[in-house]
Structure formats: structure tokens, C-alpha cells
């Protein structure tokens, strides 16, 4: 059974970074395409980057592109958001998810396994 | 980037109800179109892929259809536990995903 786990809750000032991680177990991390999602009470739900199979890249979302770093250490099945010049509207609940290519097939682009999500809270 | 309209945008009906709740895309996305539920303090759960495919253990009162710009989402009858917030999301043939503004479903 594939499981992920994130990491604790953060509570960091404007203007400061923070770096969410992803442990995934059941399934090795280099079979695995995590992406980041994040969800706000403004904004909802806003998919962040992730890994894409199709080309072994990691790929942001516009609006990240230049503010959020994801990484992989394959040595330990963890993945990594790490995101700077935090803002008090990044306050949110990161979540990361797996693509569903074992039960999808590859090319469709649905999350099928979530952490239980990690709460951000950015304020002075 | 294309965006998603989900509607309504919260609904209230009764156990057994047929429950319906659609979204549109503003061009045409095939049936690149998913649906999750999410449970009140709890991580989003894949329900539906590719429109009308329905993830493994879901119920079967849990259906989807449509294609191009205009999907739609069907609870046959409604149950206690289908107490959720439902969104569609939507993916193109290059890596880039987005969501509906969500329903949040009650029970009347």
C-alpha cells in the first residue's frame, strides 16, 4: 500500500522560507511522480509543479516558477517543496500527491495517493 | 491557461436524492476531466478519471460523463457519508493541472 507522509505543521514570518517534505513508503520514489497542490480559503485549490514522467523534469506552475524549489532524494523516498520570500497569503495547506499511472495509465494526469497535508502559516 | 467553472457552487438534498453538479472548461479539453471528493479536514480523494472512469473502490453510485468543455458529475443517491466538498480538475497533454472552484454537498 503506498503511503505518504509529510512533514509537521510550520508557522514562519514574511520574507522567510520554508521546506515541506514528502516521505513515500510502499512504492520507491524513482517509480513515482509526486506533484505539489496547495489550498487556500481564497484561492482553493492550486496545483504547484511536479515531477513529470514524460521527460524525468520537474515542472512549475507558472505562478511558482522563480519562488518554489522541489527536489527528490531517491536514497530515502523523500521529496521536497521548498518555497522562499514567503508571504502571509502563502498560508495553506501543502499537500503532495502521486500521479495515478499505475491505475490511470500513463498520460493522465489524476492524483490517486495524498498526504495528509501540512499546514503553513506565514505571519508577522 | 484554461479555467474550470464548477457549479453550484454548495447545494443541500436529501438521502436518496439524485445529485448533480457540472463543470465547464473554457476550451476544449477532450476527457482530460477528474473528479475528488474531499471530507472536511481531510486530503482531496480521487473519485472519477478521464470524465467516467471510476477509481478503483469507489462506489458505483459515483458517475461522470461528458467531454470537451462540458462535464458532469452524478451522485445516484445521495448517502450520510457523501458529505464532501466535490471538485473537477482538469490536465492537458503537457504536465499542467487545475481545479474547479469546488461544491460543497449537505444534507437537507
Known amino acids: 500500500q503506498v503511503h505518504l507522509l509529510q512533514s509537521g505543521p510550520e508557522v514562519t514570518k514574511p520574507g522567510a522560507s520554508v521546506k515541506v517534505s514528502c516521505k513515500i513508503s510502499g512504492h520507491s520514489l524513482s517509480e513515482t511522480a509526486i506533484q505539489w497542490v496547495r489550498q487556500t480559503p481564497a484561492k482553493g485549490l492550486e496545483w504547484m509543479g511536479g515531477f513529470d514522467p514524460e521527460d524525468d523534469n520537474i515542472v512549475y506552475a507558472q505562478k511558482f516558477q522563480g519562488s518554489v524549489t522541489m527536489t527528490q532524494d531517491t536514497t530515502t523516498d523523500t521529496a521536497y517543496m521548498e518555497m522562499k520570500s514567503l508571504r502571509p497569503e502563502d498560508t495553506a495547506v501543502y499537500y503532495c500527491?502521486?500521479?495515478?499511472?499505475?491505475?490511470?495509465?500513463?498520460?493522465?494526469?489524476?492524483?490517486?495517493?495524498w498526504g495528509q497535508g501540512t499546514m503553513v502559516t506565514v505571519s508577522s | 491557461d484554461i479555467q474550470m467553472t464548477q457549479s453550484p457552487s454548495s447545494l443541500s438534498a436529501s438521502v436518496g436524492d439524485r445529485v448533480t453538479i457540472t463543470c465547464q472548461a473554457s476550451?476544449?479539453?477532450?476527457?482530460?476531466l477528474n473528479w475528488y471528493q474531499q471530507k472536511a479536514g481531510k486530503a482531496p480523494k480521487l473519485l472519477i478519471y478521464d470524465a467516467s472512469n471510476l477509481a478503483v473502490g469507489v462506489p458505483s453510485r459515483f458517475s461522470g460523463s461528458g467531454s470537451g468543455t462540458d462535464f458532469t458529475f452524478t451522485i445516484s443517491s445521495l448517502q450520510p457519508e457523501d458529505i464532501a466538498t466535490y471538485y473537477c480538475?482538469?490536465?492537458?497533454?503537457?504536465?499542467?493541472?487545475?481545479f474547479g472552484g469546488g461544491t460543497k454537498v449537505e444534507i437537507k
Open positions: 500527491a502521486k500521479l495515478a499511472v499505475e491505475e490511470a495509465g500513463p498520460g493522465v494526469d489524476a492524483l490517486d495517493i
Open positions: 476550451r476544449d479539453i477532450d476527457n482530460f
Open positions: 480538475q482538469q490536465y492537458d497533454t503537457v504536465l499542467a493541472l487545475s
